[in-house]
C-alpha cells in the first residue's frame, strides 16, 4: 500500500492529502479557511472543534449531502465544495 | 440472560477500562466507539497510514481481548431502559439498529467548554482539542504563529505539542492570575505524575521562549476573511482601565476546559446533579459508579470533568460493577481502582478551584458577537429577549433559536446560560441548561424509516 | 421573580398559547388580568407543537367555525402586534395516495367548501407544481389555502406582550395550590406565591387542565394525547405548503389510543422541516419513543422521497390536551361557579386559540357572543364535569 499523496478537488484547487488524512485537515493545510459560508451573515467558518461536535466544518464530497470535513477520509478523486446549504439536501 | 453482554459507549480512557473490567470478570463486552479508532481524545492514534506510533498498552489489551468486540465508527444515537436491560439504538454505515444488553456503561467522554468572544467565529479561531487532533491524528499543524489560550492544565500539552510540530506559540495566555494558580495548585506537589508533567511542559516552551501570560485573555480576534491577530487583556483587575496587546498570529487555539457529554444519559433518564464550579449538568452515580437507574453505569467525564487518570479509575469500576449486575462473580473491593479515583478527584478538584472561568467574561460580548455558532443567534438578540423578561434558558432559545441549530447546543450551552444568568442577574442554576433533546447524532429520515420494517432489532451483538 | 398580586379582575392559569391569548382579549377590554404559570410562557405543549392554524382538518361542525373565526382574529393580530412570530399564510395541501382516499378527501373537501373554507381541487398531474419534491405516484390533493403557520413560542410572547402594554401581569413559578370560595362560588386563587382574589378564574392549562380543575373543586375529563415530532438539518426552502396525507383527519377523530400516524410535513422560515405526527394515549410518559419517529420518518419520506438523505437532528414530544368528544372546553357552568375552562384543543390549540380568547371575554365581559358557544360548554351532554368539593 503506497504512501504516496492523494489528491481532491475544492473549488479550482487541488488539495494534496496523505492517506488517512481528513478532508479537513487537508484543507486547513492547504491553507483553506472557508469551508462554507453561513446562512444567515453569509461568514466564512472552517475547522473549529475539529472533533465533529460542532458542524461548522461542512462540506459536500461528490455532491452529496453535507458531511463534516474534519471526520471525513480524504479519498483521491473526490471533487469537494462548499457545504452552503442547497435545496434537495444532496443529490 | 442467558450470555450477558455489557455495551461500553465511548473508547476512551474510561471506556477502554471499563471494557477491560467487564471481560475480566467473564462477561461479554460490545465498546462502541463513534470515531475510527478507539482511545477517545486524549489517547488519539495517528490516522495516517502507516504512522505507527507507540501504542498505549491498554488498547493494545482490548484490542486483544477475546471477550471484547470493538465497534468504531459506531454511534448511540438514543438508548432507552427496558424490560430486558438497556436497547441502544446504534448508527453504522448510515444504518440503524437496536442493540439490546443487560447493561451498559456510559462513557461518552466531554466536548471543550467555549466562551465567546468578539470575533470567536474568524476561520483560524479554533479549540485547542481541534489544534490537538488535527496534529496527533493528521499531523497538521493549526497555524504557523499559534497563540494558546484561555484556562485549565490542557493548554500546556497543546502549546508543547505545536512547539515539538514545529508551530510558534507566540504565546500562552492564561486566564487565572499565577498566585490564584500557585496558590491553589500547591496541593498538588503530592501528586508526582502532575508535578513530572508540568515540569516537562513548562521546560519544552521555555526552551522555545514561549512567553506565558497568566491573568490575561484574549479579548478579541481581528481579521477579515480569517485571523489575523488577536487582543489580550487583562482578566485579574476587572475594575481597572483596559490594557490591551495585540499580537499577530493566524491560529488562536482557546479553551475553557470541559462540558460532559450527557445527551444518551439525560435521554435514559439518569439522575443529574450541577456541578459545583461550573454550571453544567453531570450525571450522578455512586460509588460504584452506578447511575439512578439499574442497568446503567457511567464513567469519566461525564460523571465530572476530571481527566484521564480519573476517567480510567471510574472506568474499572463500572466495567466492574456493570459484570457483577449481570451477575460475574468477584468482589467490588477495587482498593487500588478506588484508591487510584480518590486522588483523582482531589487533583481534579483542586485543578478546578486553580484554573477558574473568569467570573466577568461576559462583559466582553458585544452586540454582534455571535453566541450561537449554528444558529448565528448574536448577544444583542440574547440580551434583548432576557432584559424582556425572558430569562430561562430554554425560554430564550425559543424565542431566538440559540441551541437549535447541528449541534443542539453542545458549542454554546453553557455560555449562554452563563450570560443569561449574569444579564438577569439570577443563580445559573435558575437560569438551566438549554436542554437535551433526542437523537444525539444526526439520523438520515431514511434510516429510521428502515427502522419502521418489521425485523429491524438485533438483539445479539 | 414577579410578586403575585394580591388581587385581579381575572387569573389565567396557564402561560401557554391558550391562556395567553385569553389574556391579551380580557386585558384588551380593560380587565386588570394576572396570568401565572408554575413554569415559563409556552413551556407546556405550546412549544412542542409546530404551530399550526389549520381549517383543512376540520369537519363542518363548531370546531370548524372556532377556527375560521379564530384564523381571521390571527390575521389582525400578525398585523397589529409589535413582536413578529413567524406569521406564514402558506396554506396546506392534502395529497391522496389512492383513488379511494381522493374520493373520501373531495367529499370532505365539498362539505367544508360550503361551510367556508376555501378549497381547491388539484389533478395529480398538477401537484408536483405546487410542491416540486413531493412523490409523483399520488392520486391527487386539495390545496387549503387558508391554513397558515406561527412559531408558537414567539406567539405566545407576542400575545402576553399585548397583554402586559394593557397593564396585565404575568407570574411565573407559581403553581396553583387550591381556591377560595364565597359560598360555592370561587373568588380567589391559592398560590404558592400567595392568594389572588378574583372575580373569575380562567383555567387555560393545557393537558394539565384536569389537575388544576380538581383543584378548584371540579373534575374534568382532558386526558393527554402524545406526540411526537422530528426536526430536520436546516435547509432552503423545499416543501412550500404543509403537506399531509389525507389520513390525518381519521386520525384527529380517531378515538384509538394506539399509536396512530399520518404524516405532516411542513417547512419552517429558519430553515428546518419539520415532520409529524403521531397520536396515542400515553399518560405523560415523557420518554421519546424510536418507534414513533420511525413511522413518523416512514410516512415523511413516503410523501417526499428526498427526505431520505435528509437528516433529523432533532426530536421531541408534547402532549395534546384531548377530550372525549374532540371539541375544547371553553366556558363556565353550574358546576364551577366563578371559574371558566379554555382547555380541550388537542392538537388545535394553537389555530383555536384567538377565537377562544374571543368567547371568554365576551362571557366574562357579559358582551355579545361572536358565536355560538354551547357545543363547547363544559357541561355539555357529550362530556363528564362535576363539582368535587364538599
Known amino acids: ?91 | ?461 | 421573580m414577579t410578586n403575585a398580586p394580591r388581587g385581579a379582575d381575572v387569573v389565567v392559569v396557564g402561560a401557554g398559547i391558550v391562556g395567553a391569548a385569553c389574556a391579551a382579549a380580557l386585558a384588551r377590554s380593560g380587565l386588570h388580568v394576572c396570568v401565572i404559570d408554575r413554569a415559563d410562557p409556552a413551556a407546556g405543549s405550546s412549544s412542542s407543537g409546530e404551530g399550526n392554524l389549520l381549517v383543512s382538518d376540520k369537519l363542518p361542525g363548531p370546531e370548524l367555525e372556532l377556527a375560521l373565526h379564530s384564523l381571521a382574529l390571527w390575521r389582525e393580530f400578525a398585523q397589529t402586534s409589535e413582536t413578529p412570530f413567524e406569521f406564514e399564510g402558506k396554506g396546506g395541501m392534502v395529497v391522496a395516495a389512492s383513488a379511494g382516499e381522493l374520493t373520501v378527501l373531495h367529499d370532505v373537501a365539498a362539505g367544508q367548501h360550503h361551510a367556508g373554507v376555501r378549497t381547491q381541487r388539484i389533478a395529480a398531474a398538477e401537484l408536483p407544481e405546487l410542491e416540486p419534491y413531493l412523490a409523483r405516484d399520488l392520486a391527487g390533493g386539495v390545496f387549503y389555502p387558508d391554513d397558515c403557520q406561527v412559531q408558537p413560542m414567539r406567539a405566545v410572547r407576542a400575545l402576553l406582550r399585548s397583554a402586559v402594554r394593557d397593564g396585565a401581569q404575568v407570574v411565573t413559578g407559581c403553581d396553583v395550590v387550591g381556591v377560595r370560595r364565597g359560598g360555592d362560588r370561587v373568588t380567589g386563587v391559592r398560590t404558592s406565591r400567595g392568594v389572588i382574589m378574583v372575580s373569575a378564574l380562567v383555567i387555560a392549562a393545557g393537558a394539565f387542565s384536569a389537575d388544576v380543575a380538581r383543584l378548584a373543586g371540579v373534575e374534568l375529563e382532558v386526558v393527554p394525547r402524545r406526540g411526537h415530532v422530528l426536526v430536520t438539518e436546516p435547509l432552503p426552502p423545499m416543501v412550500r405548503h404543509k403537506v399531509y396525507e389525507a389520513g390525518y383527519v381519521a386520525d384527529v377523530e380517531s378515538d384509538e389510543a394506539g399509536l396512530l400516524s399520518s404524516s405532516v410535513v411542513e417547512g419552517t422560515q429558519s430553515g428546518p422541516i419539520l415532520l409529524g405526527s403521531t397520536r396515542e394515549l400515553a399518560g405523560f410518559d415523557r420518554h421519546f419513543d424510536v418507534r414513533a419517529a420511525a413511522l413518523i420518518a416512514q410516512r415523511a419520506v413516503r410523501l417526499f422521497p428526498f427526505l431520505a438523505d435528509v437528516r433529523i437532528i432533532r426530536g421531541y414530544l408534547g402532549f395534546r390536551p384531548a377530550t372525549s368528544d374532540h371539541l375544547p372546553i371553553i366556558g363556565t357552568c353550574p358546576a364551577a361557579p366563578g371559574v371558566w375552562f379554555a382547555t380541550g384543543h388537542e392538537g388545535a390549540g394553537v389555530g383555536l386559540a384567538m377565537a377562544t380568547a374571543d368567547l371568554i371575554r365576551a362571557q366574562i365581559c357579559g358582551a355579545a357572543s361572536p358565536l355560538d358557544a354551547t357545543p363547547f360548554a363544559p357541561d355539555r351532554a357529550t362530556l363528564t364535569v362535576r363539582a368535587v368539593h364538599g
Request: charged share 20%.
Open chain 1, 1 to 91: 500500500m503506497a504512501d504516496a499523496p492523494g489528491r481532491f478537488r475544492f473549488g479550482d484547487r487541488t488539495i494534496e492529502f496523505t492517506p488517512g488524512q481528513s478532508v479537513g485537515a487537508a484543507l486547513w493545510k492547504a491553507g483553506v479557511r472557508s469551508f462554507r459560508s453561513t446562512r444567515r451573515f453569509g461568514r466564512p467558518r472552517a475547522i473549529y472543534c475539529g472533533i465533529g461536535q460542532c458542524f461548522d466544518c461542512l462540506v459536500r464530497v461528490n455532491g452529496a449531502a453535507v458531511v463534516r470535513a474534519c471526520i471525513t477520509d480524504a479519498r483521491d478523486g473526490d471533487v469537494v465544495t462548499p457545504g452552503d446549504a442547497e435545496p434537495g439536501g444532496g443529490q
Open chain 2, 1 to 461: 440472560m442467558t450470555d450477558p453482554v455489557v455495551a461500553v459507549v465511548g473508547a476512551g480512557p474510561a471506556g477502554l477500562a471499563a471494557s477491560l473490567a467487564a471481560a475480566e470478570r467473564g462477561v461479554r463486552v460490545v465498546l462502541l466507539d463513534s470515531a475510527a479508532a478507539p482511545g477517545g481524545q486524549i489517547l488519539r492514534q495517528s490516522a495516517i497510514a502507516g504512522h505507527s506510533a507507540h501504542r498505549p498498552a491498554i488498547l493494545r489489551r482490548v484490542a486483544a481481548h477475546p471477550r471484547i468486540t470493538l465497534r468504531s465508527r459506531t454511534e448511540v444515537v438514543h438508548a432507552r431502559v427496558s424490560a430486558s436491560g438497556v436497547d441502544l439504538l446504534v448508527r453504522a454505515e448510515e444504518q440503524l439498529r437496536t442493540l439490546t444488553v443487560g447493561a451498559v456503561v456510559l462513557a461518552p467522554g466531554a466536548s471543550e467548554l467555549a466562551l465567546p468572544f468578539p470575533g470567536w467565529d474568524l476561520p483560524g479561531v479554533l479549540t485547542p482539542g481541534a489544534a490537538q487532533a488535527m496534529l496527533k491524528a493528521h499531523a497538521v499543524r493549526a497555524g504557523s504563529r499559534v497563540v494558546v489560550a484561555g484556562t485549565g492544565p490542557f493548554l500546556w500539552p497543546v502549546a508543547a505539542a505545536l512547539v515539538t510540530a514545529g508551530a510558534q506559540v507566540v504565546a500562552l495566555v492564561e486566564a487565572a492570575s499565577f498566585p490564584t494558580v500557585a496558590r491553589r495548585a500547591g496541593p498538588l506537589v503530592t501528586h508526582g505524575h502532575v508535578v513530572a508533567q508540568t515540569a516537562r511542559y513548562a521546560a519544552i516552551l521555555a526552551r522555545a521562549g514561549v512567553p506565558v501570560l497568566f491573568g490575561r485573555a484574549v479579548v478579541r480576534a481581528e481579521g477579515g476573511d480569517r485571523l489575523g491577530r488577536v487582543v489580550v487583556g487583562r482578566t485579574d483587575q476587572p475594575g481597572s482601565a483596559p490594557q490591551h496587546a495585540a499580537i499577530e498570529a493566524d491560529a488562536a487555539c482557546v479553551g475553557w476546559g470541559f462540558v460532559p457529554s450527557i445527551e444518551l444519559a439525560r435521554s435514559l433518564g439518569c439522575a443529574e446533579r450541577s456541578d459545583l464550579t461550573r454550571s453544567y449538568a453531570v450525571v450522578h452515580v455512586d460509588e460504584d459508579q452506578a447511575t439512578s437507574l439499574a442497568s446503567v453505569f457511567a464513567a469519566g467525564e461525564i460523571t465530572g470533568v476530571g481527566g484521564a487518570a480519573l476517567a480510567a479509575a471510574e472506568g474499572e469500576i463500572a466495567g466492574t460493577a456493570a459484570a457483577r449486575s449481570l451477575g460475574a462473580s468477584g468482589g467490588m473491593a477495587l482498593r487500588r481502582a478506588r484508591r487510584a479515583r480518590r486522588r483523582a478527584r482531589r487533583a481534579a478538584s483542586v485543578l478546578d478551584r486553580a484554573f477558574p472561568l473568569p467570573a466577568q467574561w461576559a462583559d466582553r460580548l458585544e452586540s454582534e458577537t455571535v453566541m450561537c455558532r449554528c444558529e448565528e443567534v448574536t448577544w444583542g438578540e440574547i440580551a434583548a429577549v432576557v432584559d424582556d423578561g425572558v430569562v430561562t434558558a430554554r425560554a430564550v432559545k425559543g424565542q431566538v433559536r440559540c441551541g437549535m441549530g447541528w449541534c443542539q447546543g453542545r458549542i454554546c450551552g453553557v455560555a449562554v446560560q452563563q450570560a443569561i444568568a449574569a444579564r438577569a442577574g439570577r443563580p445559573t442554576a435558575e437560569v438551566g441548561d438549554l436542554g437535551g433533546r433526542p437523537f444525539a447524532v444526526p439520523v438520515r429520515a431514511g434510516e429510521l424509516a428502515d427502522l419502521a420494517e418489521p425485523a429491524r432489532d438485533e438483539t445479539r451483538a
